[in-house]
């Protein structure tokens, strides 16, 4: 579900959480959150859930299997003691 609040940003530009925000979200004093900026909109998250979210997004990057990858570090790790 989705809902609206307004806010408003003080002198220092901060901006106070709602506590329905704050308990949809799971969140108290001292939480960190996660704030996303895309496509013009501000998204706060817990940690946890950006962590969720992200999990495994880099996954793939590299290319190439676990061995590939391990044996490619270990090349470039040895050619950094060379140096």
């Known amino acids: ?10 002198s220092k530009a901060q901006i106070t959480l709602p506590k329905a925000a704050r308990e949809a979200i799971g969140v108290g004093p001292g939480d960190s959150l996660a704030m996303v900026v895309r496509d013009g909109e501000v998204v706060l998250v817990s940690v946890e859930e950006y962590a969720r979210q992200t999990q495994g997004i880099l996954r793939g990057a ?15 790790r040895k050619s950094w003691r060379r140096k």
């Open 62 to 76: 590299w290319g190439g299997n676990r061995a590939e990858i391990d044996d490619y570090l270990k090349k470039e």
């Open 1 to 10: 579900m989705s809902t609206a609040k307004i806010v408003k940003l003080s």
